[in-house]
């Protein structure tokens, strides 16, 4: 089977070596094993633009984030701040 695995939070770098970032390698890595044919997609590999690489036989492709994307998660950044609960959006 053919799955594309879509890492839409722009707070996980896929190649990063956060809890997140390992756990989307890993799950994607245990389908690999079980014969699938995955590939990852998400706006962050790592703090390298324009990023296309492997991981083992897994391909990941970068779907860059639009400026509405930005400018809005700047906003909810600023908002969650203001509010005083920090650290929950990445």
């Known amino acids: 089977m053919k ?5 839409a939070d722009f707070g996980i770098p896929v190649f990063g070596s956060k809890g997140a970032s390992v756990h989307v390698r890993e799950l994607a890595a245990a389908f690999s094993r079980c014969g699938h044919q995955v590939t990852i997609a998400g706006p962050v590999g790592s703090s390298t633009a324009g990023d296309t690489a492997t991981i083992g036989n897994i391909e990941f492709m970068q779907i860059p984030l639009s400026h509405e994307s930005k400018s809005c998660s700047k906003l909810v950044k600023n908002y969650v701040k203001a ?3 920090e650290n929950t959006i990445g």
């Open 83 to 85: 509010i005083g609960v």
């Open 3 to 7: 799955i594309l695995f879509i890492c």
